[in-house]
């Protein structure tokens, strides 16, 4: 089963139907490895990944549907896509869905080597956007198609990158559906304890006993946890673990573990089952939720909601170290280049929330400061976080000159309820930004 970050699960625009699986071309593009730098690289380039499907495009007339993609592999957003399939066959649009170099298949430089110094400087939020617009320019060119509006869509960190593709280059996107996008995320003056307190709501308002509940469970276990290794063995065996706790700081990275399954299932928390990166049942907080109220031993109820995710593909028994691996994303990361990709993001320009104090929020005490995230990006990956180099570059919270874009929020998603554009207070003057409700569809992001 595959570990998933914060980003990896934000899916508003994606999760819907598997009908449109594998309904593309697999194509690669000779795409510049540093945009910006004439001499470090010169005219080298790597093969960036891309797939297209052209069965309604109106060649020349129709729009190009552009996804922005995200930081996994390019297939794995295409499959589980809905909406940009529903308006192509109205619109006669062509579907042009770009990896995002890094991740997946489309890497600058041997995997050997690409996740060390100086190469992994390459991976930036701006040299990905220069991706795209190389890629949609020479591809307009290529298909007859220079006189073809530019739409961008992307979900979660996708969904910033399309709207930050429409304010960067208004030449070329024309404008942007940007889906549970937290925007805001990367303003370092906000108040970055508000996530799990979020998560905690979510499951307060499903069941007005599951929050408690979850409290009850957590300090259950810490009280076996201080029995040492008769308690450990005993929290071993509930939560199945395939190796038995041995040591305080591996009954830490259990809390994490679990608080992890929980921040999962709000973040997919869809009225119909989910299949994209995980196989979750409808509401799967309620379902959560259901386990807390109804088992009779409060660490059972707890194991069992996090086996919601956990063991949504089968497993015998459950390595925590695989399944959750802690990196500068306080949700934690998989295991593999695409999760390294994303912990490097997470230390540079990516501002991810912090971690959980047990009073706003229901879990263990776990936090992430700012300093502990310097410390640990310093000594994982020797780069200090430069916080209000994001605000300069990404507009922060000065939107008042964007315009042509539409933010989809749903009101369950923990990271959009904080950091989204629907905490907005005043619609960009000259703009034709817009904010719709809530559908179906969008209901768990």
């Known amino acids: 089963m595959k570990a998933c970050s914060i980003a990896l699960v934000l899916l508003c625009l994606c999760e819907y139907s598997f009908s449109n699986k594998g309904d593309y071309k697999e194509k690669f593009f000779d795409q510049y490895i540093d945009h910006f730098n004439f001499v470090s690289y010169g005219e080298k380039t790597y093969k960036q990944r891309y797939l297209i499907q052209d069965r309604w495009w109106r060649e020349g007339q129709g729009p190009i549907l552009f996804y922005t993609g995200n930081e996994g592999p390019i297939d794995e957003f295409a499959d589980n896509t809905g909406f940009m399939y529903d308006i192509a066959p109205e619109f006669g649009g062509l579907l042009l869905f770009a990896e995002h170099r890094f991740y997946g298949k489309s890497m600058p430089f041997?995997?050997?080597?690409?996740?060390?110094?100086?190469?992994?400087?390459?991976?930036?939020?701006?040299?990905?956007?220069?991706?795209?617009?190389?890629?949609?320019?020479?591809?307009?060119?290529?298909?007859?198609?220079?006189?073809?509006?530019?739409?961008?869509?992307?979900?979660s960190y996708g969904g910033m990158l399309s709207a930050y593709m429409r304010f960067k280059y208004p030449n070329i996107i024309t404008g942007s559906i940007a889906a549970s996008a937290p925007i805001f995320l990367l303003t370092p003056d906000l108040d970055r304890s508000f996530f799990f307190t979020d998560v905690t709501q979510d499951f307060a308002k499903a069941d007005a006993d599951c929050e408690d509940r979850?409290?009850?469970?957590?300090?259950?276990?810490?009280?076996?946890?201080?029995?040492?290794?008769?308690?450990?063995?005993?929290?071993?065996?509930?939560?199945?673990?395939?190796?038995?706790?041995?040591?305080?700081?591996?009954?830490?990275?259990?809390?994490?573990?679990?608080?992890?399954?929980?921040?999962?299932?709000?973040?997919?928390?869809?009225?119909?089952?989910?299949?994209?990166?995980?196989?979750?049942?409808?509401?799967?907080?309620?379902?959560?939720?259901?386990?807390?109220?109804?088992?009779?031993?409060?660490?059972?109820?707890?194991?069992?909601?996090?086996?919601?995710?956990?063991?949504?593909?089968?497993?015998?028994?459950?390595?925590?170290?695989?399944?959750?691996?802690?990196?500068?994303?306080?949700?934690?990361?998989?295991?593999?280049?695409?999760?390294?990709?994303?912990?490097?993001?997470?230390?540079?320009?990516?501002?991810?929330?912090?971690?959980?104090?047990?009073?706003?929020?229901?879990?263990?005490?776990?936090?992430?400061?700012?300093?502990?995230?310097?410390?640990?990006?310093?000594?994982?990956?020797?780069?200090?976080p430069r916080n209000s180099w994001a605000t300069n570059q990404f507009w922060g919270r000065d939107l008042d000159r964007a315009s042509n874009i539409v933010f989809s929020n749903g009101d369950l998603d923990p990271m959009e309820e904080r950091w989204g554009f629907k905490h907005y207070q005043s619609e960009p003057s000259n703009s034709a930004c817009q904010r719709w409700s809530t559908s179906p569809r969008s209901q768990g992001s």
């Not at 992994?120 to 190389?134: F, H, P, S, W």
């Not at 957590?218 to 509930?238: E, N, P, R, Y």
Request: net charge negative; aromatic share 12%.
């Open 214 to 384: 979850v409290r009850q469970a957590f300090i259950q276990m810490d009280s076996l946890a201080s029995q040492g290794t008769s308690g450990l063995d005993q929290l071993s065996v509930t939560f199945n673990l395939c190796n038995p706790l041995t040591s305080n700081e591996e009954y830490r990275h259990l809390q994490g573990w679990v608080r992890n399954a929980f921040t999962v299932l709000a973040m997919m928390d869809y009225p119909y089952k989910a299949e994209s990166f995980a196989s979750l049942p409808a509401f799967p907080v309620k379902v959560a939720c259901g386990f807390m109220t109804n088992a009779a031993d409060v660490i059972v109820g707890l194991a069992k909601a996090a086996d919601i995710l956990y063991n949504s593909l089968p497993v015998k028994c459950h390595n925590i170290f695989q399944e959750y691996v802690e990196c500068a994303d306080p949700t934690g990361c998989g295991v593999g280049p695409d999760s390294r990709a994303w912990d490097f993001q997470a230390c540079t320009e990516v501002y991810l929330p912090a971690g959980t104090n047990n009073v706003t929020d229901m879990f263990p005490v776990l936090p992430f400061t700012a300093q502990i995230r310097t410390q640990y990006c310093q000594q994982q990956w020797n780069v200090t």
């Open 110 to 155: 041997d995997p050997e080597v690409a996740f060390t110094q100086p190469y992994i400087g390459l991976l930036t939020i701006e040299q990905a956007m220069a991706d795209y617009v190389t890629l949609i320019t020479q591809l307009k060119i290529e298909l007859n198609a220079t006189a073809s509006p530019v739409i961008a869509f992307g979900g």
